[in-house]
């Protein structure tokens, strides 16, 4: 199975391809220059989105055998890698090189700043002219024309330049530009898309031109200045160039403004486009194999109803598992029903396979558990014992304390779990221990005699002077009063199991 994201990152390339190979057989040579860029511009959010959607193909299917998942889980689990060494140098990889793109950008915006900061600036209605000293071809960047400083240079021709490129801020090019070098920093490995970046630039001009022209300037006195800027040099690669495009193939497509017809029905075309995109970029459904249960059946279903989620959700869908896991095992551990018994291993056992299927699902494998029938070392069984004696030790202290028969008697149902709940964790771990409850009659005559003691210093502290050992005999007596109470829940228990 691949790596999510590299799978993303290539049904990503696979749109964009997709788009501009329809926008160059179908678009490119068409005069609708408005609706070709709304295409070029709503396909670039249409080709990062459509891959995560969760689509299933009506066309495509894959037979699942949830027997697998019986044999997945059967099968003994090792660790896997932190990180698989391809994986991690492609990761490497992609993002080193994805950050000199944006480095570059931020660059490219720094220069811009620096040449705004460094040359005389003046305002034309809403738009600052930048003049720059050095030969460079004019260009814009948002609301701001950068032209070169040239004595004797001709009106009609700045006028012409400035008409150009205000086409360029009025219609946000610049914008359009930002976020295609922001697809090219994600995309950088994927050849289509620097032909993408080249065909929005040159609707960009395509769309200036033909403003120039409805404004009334001279064609052919316009065309001869495409060709005197052709020979300056290039500044900024996003920056909106008056000879951004080669020459011949914008004088071609002005002569096509003239006579040709818009057609924008070809537009209306990208939809089918999108409709199949998402049919091809589809997950095939999933049909289960004959023979399987109902609970397997619903297993599967709701696995792929899970299937895109991310791996946050993993980890927070397996914490939840494994709370359920645990719940489950003490109510096993608790009941004495045979019946019940088999309807929590089911349980247990849907829940194994449903931890099996989403982590192989996302490429993981979990390391190796400590079944339940698995011994413990010493040490552990060690500190095991301590903690199930100072648990026990709390609980009686808890009844002891308790000020109201309801207490007490919730407290009494906690010991009798707490003691059946010992009893099988450590019959699982091999360790033999003498029983909990003794008889009756034993706990009785016990009872009788802790009784006897206590009214015994109960006399002796009224017949004592000092006071030292009234608080000494005083502690003997407390603690004797919980021992009391102590054998008598055990004696109650011990008489409802008889009965």
């Not at 949830?66 to 890698?81: G, H, I, N, R």
């Not at 030969?135 to 330049?161: G, H, M, V, W, Y």
């Not at 898309?193 to 409805?214: G, M, N, P, Q, S």
């Not at 698995?374 to 648990?391: A, G, H, P």
Request: proline share 4%; aromatic share 8%.
């Amino acid at each position: 199975m691949g790596v999510p994201w590299i799978d993303y990152l290539f049904k990503v390339a696979v749109t964009l391809g997709t788009a501009y190979l329809f926008y160059h057989y179908l678009l490119r040579n068409d005069v609708n220059f408005l609706g070709n860029r709304l295409f070029l511009l709503a396909m670039l959010p249409v080709s990062f989105l459509l891959p995560l959607a969760p689509l299933q193909s009506p066309f495509r299917s894959l037979t699942f055998d949830p027997a697998l998942l019986s044999d997945a889980a059967a099968m003994p689990k090792t660790a896997a890698p932190a990180v698989p060494t391809f994986a991690a140098i492609v990761s490497a990889l992609y993002w080193a090189v994805a950050a000199l793109f944006m480095l570059r950008i931020l660059f490219h915006l720094f220069h811009l700043y620096r040449l705004q900061r460094c040359h005389p600036r003046e305002r034309l209605h809403n738009i600052t002219l930048v003049r720059v000293g050095s030969p460079i071809p004019p260009f814009s960047f948002f609301n701001r024309i950068f032209l070169p400083t040239i004595k004797n240079a001709d009106a009609l021709e700045i006028q012409q330049i400035i008409s150009h490129e205000s086409v360029h801020i009025r219609q946000l090019h610049s914008l359009d530009i930002l976020v295609m070098e922001l697809v090219v920093a994600l995309q950088w490995f994927n050849p289509v898309v620097w032909f993408y970046r080249k065909a929005l630039k040159e609707t960009h001009e395509y769309l200036a031109d033909r403003e120039v022209i409805a404004q009334g300037f001279n064609a052919d006195g316009y065309r001869l200045l495409l060709f005197e800027q052709q020979f300056g040099a290039k500044l900024f690669e996003f920056a909106s160039h008056l000879k951004q495009s080669q020459i011949k193939r914008r004088i071609f497509m002005m002569n096509r403004m003239e006579g040709a017809v818009k057609a924008p029905y070809k537009v209306i075309l990208a939809l089918p486009l999108i409709a199949l995109l998402a049919l091809a970029l589809a997950e095939p459904r999933l049909i289960i194999a004959q023979g399987a249960s109902a609970d397997e059946k619903k297993e599967v279903v709701l696995q792929e109803e899970q299937k895109a989620m991310s791996d946050q959700e993993l980890k927070e869908t397996l914490v939840k598992i494994d709370e359920k896991e645990k719940m489950i095992k003490e109510k096993f551990a608790a009941t004495n029903d045979p019946a019940e018994k088999q309807k929590l291993k089911e349980a247990l056992d849907n829940l194994h396979k449903k931890r099996q299927y989403l982590m192989t699902g996302h490429g993981v494998v979990r390391t190796a558990e400590v079944k339940a029938d698995t011994q413990l070392d010493k040490e552990k069984i060690k500190e095991l014992l301590l903690k199930l004696d100072e648990k026990e030790k709390y609980l009686k202290e808890l009844f002891s304390n308790a000020d109201t028969p309801e207490k007490k008697e919730k407290i009494k149902q906690d010991l009798d779990m707490f003691y059946k709940k010992r009893q099988v964790l450590l019959s699982e771990n091999g360790i033999q221990v003498k029983s909990e409850i003794p008889t009756q009659e034993e706990l009785e005559k016990k009872l009788q005699m802790v009784h006897e003691k206590r009214l015994q210093i109960k006399q002796l502290i009224a017949d004592e002077k000092d006071q030292d050992k009234v608080r000494e005999l005083k502690l003997k007596f407390e603690d004797l009063g919980k021992l009391e109470e102590d054998l008598k829940i055990r004696i109650e228990k011990s008489a409802q199991q008889h009965s």
